[in-house]
Nanobody, 119 residues
């Protein structure tokens, strides 16, 4: 299983970016996908998660600004980031939990994509 992320980059404060993550491989199902981020000198933290039933969870710092969703493409999750702030600057990682494959269930991380917000 590979998680392929795209959509990072640079934005001005107040701007928007959209991240995408596709889980590739012989996957029977996924319980939850989400986004985490890690800023320099800080620990990795949860940004948002979504279950395949549609339940979402957000960090307080992004509520009302970020929206996580699944797409029409199979095993794909998006993170729409609006009203970006310089403190959103971090490497954003996609994660998939309880991915069911022929090898059994497992959790996976993407390689990370840089988001930089300038003031």
């Amino acid at each position: 299983v590979r998680l392929v992320e795209s959509g990072g980059g640079r934005a001005q404060a107040g701007g928007s970016l959209r991240l995408s993550c596709a889980a590739l491989g012989s996957i029977f199902g996924i319980n939850t996908m989400g986004w985490y981020r890690q800023a320099p000198g800080k620990e990795r933290e949860l940004v948002a998660t979504i279950t395949w039933g549609g339940s979402t969870n957000y960090a307080d710092s992004v509520k009302g600004r970020f929206t996580i969703s699944t797409g029409n493409a199979k095993n794909t999750v998006y993170l729409q980031m609006n009203s970006l702030k310089p403190e959103d600057t971090a490497v954003y990682y996609c994660r998939a939990d309880s991915v069911r494959t022929v090898l059994g269930p497992g959790d996976y991380w993407g390689q990370g994509t840089q988001v930089t917000v300038s003031s």
